[in-house]
T-cell receptor, first 115, second 114 residues
């Protein structure tokens, strides 16, 4: 079975500090893609960052970066210089390349950024 | 360019009533999906479609039906609503089999069944 585990149901961080959200996944496939989605109180699902499994280089998008450890099946998200607008639920997800493409989601981590 | 839109945004149903949720995308995407989100459960796939006229079951399909008569629209139907179907429903789309693989989501529909 393909699964995603987010072991931190809730986290908090002070504004301007750095926080890391954990994610592990399980799949026997070799061709897959990993994502972090953000869901603010507005409920909209927003893509934060993506990582192709075949790429060794960790993806970065401005203040967001990942630590992708393929052998350990780990895909953590680092948020630098946290801002109040980063307060949201964060979901880790992956999909298998070449398949019908549904996303397998973790249960989410609720991040609160405190002023 | 509206992306993915969903109608309605909120709905309250009584047990046994029926309704249809409409999803529309203007990105010419081949693949479309319906997920439900329940507290503490993440998002789970209900049904999906890989092209006009095709549909398939996901992880939690019971009690739902879908149709994709036009490429840009994906309808989710509840024939006889049950309290267990109280949830937030998300539609998503993706370009096609060759990627890119990220999905784009609609704003969600909050459904309450009493």
């Amino acid at each position: 079975a393909q699964t995603v585990t987010q072991s931190q149901p809730e986290m908090s961080v002070q504004e301007a500090e750095t926080v890391t959200l954990s994610c592990t996944y399980d799949t026997s496939e070799s061709n897959y893609y990993l994502f972090w989605y953000k869901q603010p109180p507005s409920r909209q699902m927003i893509l934060v960052i993506r990582q192709e499994a075949y790429k060794q280089q960790n993806a970065t998008e401005n203040r967001f970066s990942v630590n992708f450890q393929k052998a350990a099946k780990s895909f953590s998200l680092k948020i630098s210089d946290s801002q109040l607008g980063d307060t949201a639920m964060y979901f880790c997800a992956f999909t298998i390349g070449g398949s019908q493409g549904n996303l397998i989601f973790g249960k989410g981590t609720k991040l609160s950024v405190k002023p | 360019n509206a992306g993915v839109t969903q109608t309605p945004k909120f709905r309250v149903l009584k047990t046994g009533q029926s309704m249809t949720l409409l999803c529309a995308q203007d990105m010419n995407h081949e693949y479309m999906y319906w997920y439900r989100q329940d507290p503490g459960m993440g998002l789970r796939l209900i049904h999906y479609s890989v092209g006009e006229g095709t549909t398939a079951k996901g992880e939690v399909p019971d009690g739902y039906n879908v149709s994709r008569l036009k490429k840009q629209n994906f309808l989710l139907g509840l024939e006889s609503a049950a309290p267990s179907q109280t949830s937030v429903y998300f539609c998503a789309s993706r370009s096609g089999p060759l990627g890119p693989y990220e999905q784009y989501f609609g704003p969600g529909t909050r459904l309450t069944v009493t």
